[in-house]
């Protein structure tokens, strides 16, 4: 065991919403050939069979006012560029497409899905992912929208699910709050306030109040010390008024939401981690978008291990049945630690040999073998979550000094 | 030498705009809100079918009490240790 996994006591995951790898780190490949970013040359086809290349031109605010389609069959045209037939391959050709029917069929408007930022525009961003270690092989674990996506960060499935339904715990697959709840660890899931709730609430809404918390709390709790050994952090999902007249801006970076605050939210996070000497020596913290959001990425997303549930034909809306074994397009992911290198770079597909995948079940099964070793004794996991790779082999033997690690200026 | 600070910009006050449509996502989410809260309603018309004045012995009277506070003040259940 390291010493950095030694020390660890904590684990936090941020999950943001619907940006790809290429959209928001892809520029990165200008300044580490080793990131499996963008070289430029990337494209698809519009509607009129003209070359639509990535540019980095991404906005802020206000390129994707049309929300790009990131439900199951549009996705399956992202994916396979709108093939059909049975052996089709997977190109990463739809995506103009597919935004084209989104933005009422404007072939000039359809070709900003192909945008990504240019270098220095997310200092947020980019700096944890170099200052730290990037992902270059982390993918959503459906091909399809947030709930279903964001279920398999907690149960490690989404139980058959492909869309964003209302769906019931049918099996006894426990959350991974459950799983630490009866096993008497500490775990909490902080929601930004009561206006922008949660994403996860009828089962964890019904099931398991007393692990929630507003994102105040997780701030409380880094400055006094008292943070759980496992945290799970949503962002402000929308725009509302504060309870003291304020304006609270969403900082999900779900299209169309000003993409700065997220960038502002991921770095108040990091400094409330960072800026308590303690905490910072002794946890992981792990930041991850739950699905591309209908965003161009160049990578093709790998097959994996079935859950062993079946999404029927009718349900999938592409005329075929889902069986849970190819995994969705690729995220950023990035894990912060003192313990960790500067300019750590973990391989992915693009490296046949070294590369590793990550997916949202990565994250239970991660939570699950640092803090309940025992757990499969008695209870049941997904085969999925059983093989999902787990990253707290990042964590080395050497810790940074203080002075080699950032601190953000919000 | 102290830690190297990176400054993060400031979001404009324009980009605030609750009248934006909501996304698809945020319509899903009030759908489950909404289905939670049935969930609570039936909890609560559940208890309110006991009858509390036949209820007599202190286990009946302290599993009573429990379904209720369960639903009056959840942030009690299963207190956790830090």
Redesign the interface.
């Known amino acids: 065991m390291s010493a950095g996994l030694d020390n660890l006591k904590h684990i936090v995951v941020l999950m943001m ?2 940006r790809s790898f290429d959209h928001m780190l892809g520029a990165l490949r200008a300044k580490d050939v080793r990131i499996s970013g963008l070289t430029g040359n990337e494209f698809n086809l519009d509607t009129n069979g003209a070359i639509v290349k990535v540019q980095a031109s991404a906005k ?2 206000g390129e994707l006012k049309n ?1 790009p389609d990131h ?1 199951f069959p549009g996705v399956d045209l992202q994916i396979f560029g709108g093939a059909q037939n049975d052996g089709r391959a997977a190109n990463m050709g739809g995506f103009v497409k597919s935004y084209f029917t989104q933005t009422n069929n404007d072939v000039n408007l359809s070709h900003a899905i192909m945008n990504y930022f240019a270098l220095g525009q997310l ?2 961003l980019t ?1 944890l992912a170099t200052e730290f270690a990037v992902f270059n092989g982390w993918f959503s674990s459906i091909p399809g ?3 279903c996506n964001r279920a398999f960060a907690h149960y490690g499935t989404s139980f058959g699910q492909v869309s ?3 769906f019931y715990l049918l099996d006894p697959i426990l959350s991974v709050y459950e799983r630490m ?1 009866n096993a ?1 660890q ?2 909490k899931l902080y929601y930004y306030d009561q206006q922008s ?1 949660t ?1 996860e ?2 089962n964890l ?2 099931n398991e ?2 692990v929630f918390a507003t994102f105040d709390q997780f701030l409380a709790d880094c400055k006094s010390g ?1 943070l ?1 050994q496992y945290s799970f952090i949503e962002p402000c ?5 504060g309870d003291d007249g304020g ?1 609270i ?1 969403a900082s999900d970076q ?5 993409v ?2 997220g ?2 939210f991921i ?1 108040t996070v990091f400094n409330a981690i960072r800026t308590n000497p303690d905490l910072w020596q002794s946890t992981a913290l792990l930041i991850v978008y739950d699905e591309h959001g209908g965003l161009y990425d160049h990578v093709v997303p790998p097959s994996c291990t079935p859950d062993g549930y079946v999404a029927q034909a009718a349900d999938t809306e592409t005329g075929r049945p889902f069986a849970f074994d190819r995994l969705g397009i690729r995220v950023p992911a990035i894990m912060v630690s003192p313990w960790i290198p500067r300019g750590t770079v973990i391989p992915g597909p693009e490296d046949p040999e070294k590369g590793r995948v990550f997916e949202h079940a990565s994250i239970p099964a991660t939570v699950t073998s640092q803090f309940l070793p025992n757990f499969d004794q008695n209870n049941k996991r997904t085969v999925r979550e059983k093989n999902a790779a787990t990253f707290l082999d990042l964590l080395t033997d050497q810790m940074r000094p ?9 | 030498m102290p830690p190297r600070v990176v400054p993060v910009p400031k979001t404009p006050k324009e980009s605030y705009n609750p009248e934006r449509p909501a996304s698809s996502l945020l319509r899903a989410q009030i759908l489950h809100l909404h289905e939670a809260l049935k969930w609570h309603v039936a909890e609560i018309q559940a208890a309110l079918e006991i009858n509390p004045r036949r209820l007599f012995s202190e286990r009946e009277v302290s599993n009573y009490a429990k379904r209720v506070s369960r639903i009056l003040h959840p942030q009690a259940a299963k207190r956790q240790k830090k």
Do not use: W
């Not at chain 1, 203080?402 to 919000?410: A, G, P, Q, S, T």
């Open positions: 919403e619907n802020f605010q929300d439900h200092p947020v700096e929208p947030t709930i964003m339904d209302i709840v008497g500490t775990s709730s994403m609430v009828v809404l019904k109040p007393q008292s759980p999902y929308n725009d509302h008024p304006q801006l779900h299209p169309d939401h000003d700065r605050e960038e502002r770095a203080d002075d080699d690690c950032i601190v953000f200026n919000l």
